[in-house]
């Protein structure tokens, strides 16, 4: 997915405010950590730069690749 930029500087500015209010929270550092990465991809995502799931999907593919050998 692509979003406008107009939008974007917008949601961007959104979710600096969103990460600074985690790490004010009282929010154990793992749980603080799984708030930021998730909407960080979130954003991401929207940008067109993010695909969920890839990442788990390319090592996959990688140890496939390597059992093979």
Same mark, same amino acid.
């Given at each position: 997915m692509k979003t406008q930029s107009k939008y974007l500087d917008e949601i961007n500015r959104l979710l600096a405010d969103y990460l600074t209010e985690i790490e004010k +929270?009282?929010?154990k550092p793992l749980s603080? &950590?799984?708030? &930021?990465? &998730? +909407?960080? /991809?979130f954003v991401r995502?929207? /940008? =067109? %730069?993010?695909?969920? =799931? %890839?990442?788990? *999907? +390319? *090592? *996959? &593919?990688? *140890? %496939? /690749?390597?059992d093979k050998r």
């Open positions: +929270s009282d929010l603080a &950590q799984v708030y &930021q990465v &998730q +909407s960080k /991809n995502w929207i /940008n =067109g %730069e993010f695909t969920p =799931g %890839e990442v788990k *999907k +390319s *090592k *996959k &593919q990688a *140890k %496939e /690749n390597t």
